[in-house]
């Protein structure tokens, strides 16, 4: 299940930019933050996806959504321009940005290949 951040969760679970100059990484698994918003149409389209993801790979990676009409320091503090903007965070390294509305195929593309997370099997 996706999870909603406030800022208070992101310093704690994410990345705490107040205390640490330097990127660290603050969670115990990889994970994808969608900034979003309400009137957001292709936020809409990314949002089942996401849910969709978080029940596939519940326990490899964690699903946050930051809302940037709630949480407007957050997106200022990623310099977000655009939504959807989702940033994947490896558990070591730098995160990485995509911005718009990407398929479902390019999500698991990117946790394979930025997470080194391999696909589920598929169970008919």
Same mark, same amino acid.
């Given at each position: 299940m996706t999870e909603n951040l406030t800022k208070q969760d992101f310093l704690k679970k994410v990345f705490n930019f107040e205390k640490n100059k330097d990127w660290k990484y603050e969670g115990d698994l990889p994970c994808i933050i969608d900034f979003w918003a309400d009137w957001c149409g292709p936020c809409k389209m990314? &949002?089942?996806? @996401? =849910? =969709?993801?978080?029940? =596939? !790979? =519940?326990?490899?990676?964690?699903? !946050?959504k930051v809302n940037t009409e709630q #949480?407007? #320091? @957050?997106? &200022?503090?990623? &310099?977000?321009?655009?939504?959807?903007s989702l @940033?994947?965070?490896p558990k070591g390294g730098k995160p990485q940005m995509a911005t718009g509305a990407l398929p479902k195929d390019a999500f698991v593309k990117a946790i394979e290949d930025v997470f080194k997370i391999p696909p589920k099997e598929k169970v008919n």
């Open positions: 990314v &949002g089942p996806v @996401l =849910e =969709e993801l978080s029940e =596939e !790979y =519940e326990d490899k990676v964690k699903i !946050y #949480e407007q #320091e @957050l997106a &200022g503090a990623f &310099g977000i321009k655009s939504i959807p @940033l994947f965070v």
